[in-house]
């Protein structure tokens, strides 16, 4: 039971008072004239300050009452971090088509070039490679200061042949690796025309081999060489090359009108595959007469001289025949400038430059010693051509 004392009327008038005093007081503290009243002051003439003067004193909590839980302040939002955007190597194979004119040389090459280098980067010789070279150098030049009567003179003769020895190991390395790489340089070629095995099939089932390429020992060879072309070209060569003999001469040869390729009488020859690859390369160039025009285009902007000159005469060889004859100029073989007849007739500039494809080291000897001879036949193999 709680008990509770009543107050008088008087008393309780004046604590009402009292405390209406104290609330009036207490709610006019803050109140400034110039700012809207926010419904706290108690006059309309003044009007609330937003912020009361002074500092607030803390709200002392209770013993043993939870404290709020700390409000979780944000992460700092740290700038995106800029993915370095490397750039994309070229794929593998090649998804253009190339509809270039196979008439301009110009085109061809520059198609070619960027195929190849696309795809292709031949490094400079090694620091190891490098250094033995230097030693070479300077072995050579020990030897040929030294005399021959003195006793050290066979030594300086062994200590050449060791650093010849090791540089050329060197330098066969790199040679190696590189054709690695411009063998698969072929393949992409071969990728990039997607010559399906059901096409490629059809076109050998086509083929009409002569009974005596048949009893060859060596008819896979001429088979697979051309297949090979067949799908370097894309199929270009299916247009004239419809038969194959061995018979007559020695030597081989390419037959337009008779759609031909003669792989000659030689057996067992260690060049067939080249001799393949190079009879079929005229076919390559008979699909499209633009080929010729293009190919002799480029013969005479690198001919040294516009009259022709014989064969026998510019390798010094008597294996040519007296009406074989050639433009001049530092081709890998000067059998490139061969020429039959007027303009239009075929060249040797496409069949020279395939018979290189046959591995990656025919095809670094070529683009080494003629780089724009490789990138033209390079160009002319993508060309979509007639077909």
Not at 140 to 150: D, E, R, V, Y
Not at 290 to 319: F, Q, V
Not at 341 to 361: C, I, K, P, Q
Request: hydrophobic share 25%; with cysteine; aromatic share 6%.
């Amino acid at each position: 039971m709680v008990k509770v004392n009543t107050l008088s009327p008087e008393a309780l008038g004046r604590l009402k008072e009292k405390l209406e005093t104290n609330v009036r007081q207490k709610k006019g503290k803050n109140c400034k004239k110039g700012k809207t009243c926010k419904g706290s002051c108690i006059a309309q003439a003044k009007q609330c300050d937003d912020k009361p003067k002074g500092k607030n004193k803390p709200v002392t909590k209770p013993k043993g009452s939870k404290s709020d839980p700390k409000p979780i302040e944000p992460k700092p939002t740290l700038p995106e971090k800029t993915k370095k955007t490397r750039s994309k190597k070229p794929p593998n194979v090649s998804t253009s088509k190339y509809t270039h004119n196979m008439g301009d040389y110009k085109s061809n090459i520059s198609v070619g070039q960027k195929f190849t280098e696309d795809r292709l980067t031949l490094g400079a010789p090694s620091k190891k490679e490098n250094t033995k070279r230097q030693k070479l150098e300077e072995a050579k030049k020990a030897l040929s200061t030294s005399n021959p009567s003195q006793k050290d003179f066979g030594k300086h003769i062994n200590a050449f042949r060791r650093a010849e020895s090791a540089y050329y190991a060197e330098v066969d390395k790199r040679k190696l690796d590189e054709s690695v790489k411009l063998h698969k340089l072929k393949e992409d070629i071969i990728k990039h025309h997607k010559v399906s095995k059901e096409e490629l099939k059809d076109f050998r089932d086509k083929l009409y081999i002569y009974d005596v390429v048949k009893k060859r020992p060596d008819l896979e060879t001429i088979i697979n060489a051309t297949e090979e072309v067949y799908s370097l070209s894309g199929g270009k060569v299916k247009r004239t090359l419809v038969h194959i003999d061995g018979s007559g001469d020695e030597r081989a040869y390419a037959n337009q009108g008779g759609k031909e390729l003669n792989v000659g009488t030689a057996v067992g020859r260690k060049d067939l595959k080249e001799t393949v690859y190079h009879e079929a390369g005229h076919h390559v160039e008979y699909s499209d007469k633009s080929i010729k025009e293009g190919s002799r285009d480029w013969l005479e902007s690198r001919a040294t001289s516009y009259t022709p000159k014989s064969l026998n005469e510019i390798t010094g060889h008597k294996s040519y025949g007296d009406h074989e004859v050639a433009l001049p100029d530092n081709f890998i073989n000067p059998y490139v400038g061969k020429i039959y007849g007027d303009r239009g007739a075929s060249t040797e500039v496409v069949s020279m430059g395939l018979e290189h494809f046959t591995s990656g080291l025919k095809m670094r000897e070529l683009l080494e010693k003629d780089p724009e001879h490789f990138y033209y036949t390079v160009g002319v193999l993508l060309a979509e051509g007639a077909k």
